[in-house]
């Protein structure tokens, strides 16, 4: 399985931007996936998940609100949507897939990465 993250790039605070993650190899509608991101100096957090039968979408909760992913199964592809940025979501983001089928939030729980695109919201 591949993951190639895309869309990053620098934004004034306020902004939007939107990632996308192309998937391929074997990879199901029914795989968890995921965005996480990693700021400078910090461990790396859960953004927003979506899953395979029937799970929905679930968020950290300073993305409630602000970012939402969505993904489309024919294309293989997710995305994730960011609005209102701020300049604390600087952070290389990650696209990862989980086989679990449970809305984990824990790194540890996906198995799968992409390499990671760089949001900057400036002030």
């Known amino acids: 399985v591949q993951l190639q993250a895309s869309g990053g790039g620098l934004v004034q605070a306020g902004g939007s931007l939107r990632l996308s993650c192309a998937a391929s190899g074997r990879t199901s509608d029914k795989d968890n996936m995921a965005w996480f991101r990693q700021a400078p100096g910090k461990e790396r957090e859960f953004v927003a998940g979506?899953?395979?039968?029937?799970?929905?979408?679930w968020y950290a909760e300073f993305a409630n609100g602000r970012f939402t992913i969505s993904k489309d199964n024919a294309k293989r592809t997710f995305d994730l949507q960011l609005n209102s940025l701020k300049p604390e979501d600087t952070a290389v983001h990650y696209c990862?897939?989980?086989?679990?089928?449970?809305?984990?939030?824990?790194?540890?729980?996906?198995?799968?990465w992409g390499q990671g695109t760089e949001v900057t919201v400036s002030s």
């Open positions: 990862a897939r989980s086989q679990n089928k449970l809305p984990y939030t824990r790194s540890a729980d996906y198995s799968d």
């Open positions: 979506i899953g395979g039968s029937g799970l929905g979408t």
